[in-house]
């Protein structure tokens, strides 16, 4: 058996967030003049953005003066309630069983930000949930992309439909779920490439992609997962804009928060877009793919309740 999967404070507690609000917030006491600035600081510092961050500091700011928060236990309990109440509307799990079968996924992104680990690991979670899955390795642009596909299907008795490097990722696509159709299998998870040419390559590549699916099944595919890097900072954002012009991104799923990253970018992506945020990654593990549970996270992020 594999090990027992690490707690979230365990992954989440070497980020920039956590070990900056560690630092603040380190015993009961009365709210000091600078606190409001360092906490702004260290938010921006994460990567939580200007609006994100804003909204936190002015209503932290109000309920100082109103005499509502008094000390820095208040402080940090409302702060809390300010994090978990950005990410609530976001955590809404993807729900394959309610969809049609076989139900698409469809994982994109740009290279390197865990697309294919993420997809391995789906595959993993949906076969021990008993679906039967699919995977089709549509990154072709690089061999290597579709071998590692292979071992994440091998690892797990997952099969994956290839054709070899350089073929059309559309028609791979295609072929993939026209056997998940035929063998009736639950899911099918298509990685993608996420870098060619051009960006504008990318894009066309994806929307032929939806497009040939739609021979098939005119509603695939049922999910667009756009993978984000959790250490990427603010251009997350602007992913998130570039992908949207060229798909209907349905879901969000934020990788490599685990070691250093600097967590914000979940904020800002809440506050920016409001697209659900299925997963987030924390770890290269099999198991490391949490669903997106926003208490979990603010806790292993805040530095637990003051002693007195
Ligand atoms: N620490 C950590 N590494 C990750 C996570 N997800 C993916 N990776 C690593 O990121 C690298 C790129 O992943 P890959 O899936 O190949 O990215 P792709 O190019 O988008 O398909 C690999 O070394 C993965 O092991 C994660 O949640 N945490
Ligand atoms: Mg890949």
Do not use: C
């Not at 955590?91 to 079968?101: E, H, K, Q, T």
């Not at 596909?149 to 797990?156: D, M, P, T, V």
């Not at 012009?245 to 920016?272: I, Q, Y």
């Amino acid at each position: 058996m594999a090990d027992r999967p690490a707690s979230w404070r365990d992954r989440l507690g070497g980020s920039a967030l956590a070990r900056g609000l560690g630092g603040l917030f380190r015993r009961p006491a009365p709210i000091d003049p600078g606190l409001l600035d360092e906490i702004e600081t260290t938010l921006l510092t994460a990567d939580m953005g200007v609006a994100a961050t804003e909204l936190v500091i002015e209503d932290l700011r109000m309920a100082i003066d109103r005499r509502a928060v008094t000390d820095t236990q208040g402080l940090l309990e409302r702060l809390r309630g300010l994090l978990v109440g950005m990410l609530r509307p976001v955590a809404v799990p993807l729900n394959v069983d309610a969809g049609p079968r076989p139900f698409v996924i469809l994982a994109v992104g740009v290279n390197g930000v865990g697309k294919t680990t993420t997809i391995g690991k789906l595959a993993r979670r949906f076969a021990d949930e008993r679906k039967q899955v699919l995977l089709a390795a549509g990154d072709t642009f690089r061999a290597a992309a579709v071998e590692q596909l292979q071992q994440w299907g091998e690892r797990n008795q997952v099969p994956v439909v290839a054709q070899g490097q350089g073929a059309d990722s559309a028609s791979v696509i295609f072929s993939a779920l026209q056997a998940a159709r035929a063998r009736e299998h639950d899911v099918l998870i298509a990685d993608t490439a996420g870098r060619l040419h051009t960006q504008g390559g990318l894009m066309d590549e994806l929307a032929k992609v939806v497009r040939v699916m739609r021979k098939l099944d005119p509603e695939a595919p049922h999910e667009v997962l756009l993978v984000i890097d959790g250490t990427t900072g603010q251009n997350a954002v602007n992913q998130v804009r570039q992908f949207r012009r060229a798909v209907d991104v349905s879901g969000l799923v934020v990788t490599k928060l685990d070691g250093t990253a600097k967590g914000g970018v979940v904020f800002a992506l809440a506050r920016e877009f409001g697209l659900p945020i299925r997963y987030v990654g924390l770890g290269e593990k099999v198991h490391d793919l949490r669903v997106f549970d926003p208490d979990a996270f603010v806790d292993a992020l805040l530095p637990p309740a003051l002693g007195h």
